[in-house]
């Protein structure tokens, strides 16, 4: 069992900004911030940890993965980039749920990096989070995708992402 992960999905903060989200995002016709993106990105960081040995703990995993978009709300209402947002609210939350110093050092550093190409080939959580954000979207079967501003080569359109 998570315990610590579950503390991060109940914290009252984290639950004011999810159902923010979530209202804001109920017509959104593109990807979503929903439990299920954020649960797929911390299954494919995983494995992507599984494939590479590199032993991150899953507790790390699963809590950076559930905080790294939480800020959307602030980005959509205030114009705060969501990763720095991100960031910000995961500080507060991380220490309430019993996350050491340097565990909340791994994750925030994840969360801030999870929108930089360049960390990708990064066999780190941060790395991971990147890529596992990223393959996490069903373009090749989503409604939406010719609308979506997201460039083509970005886009998932094969199923060997």
Known sequence: MMKRVNQIWNHPLYQE???QIQKLEKNRPFCGHSLAHFLDTARLCYIYNLEQQTNIDRELIYGAALLHDIGRD???LEHIPHHIASVRIAEKILPDCD???GEIQQITEAIEGHRNREICQEKSLKGFLYLADKSSRSCLSCEACQECDWPQEKKNLQLDY
Request: aromatic residues 34%; without cysteine.
């Open 74 to 76: 602030e980005q959509y």
């Open 99 to 101: 996350f050491s110093p």
């Open 17 to 19: 900004h999810y159902q």
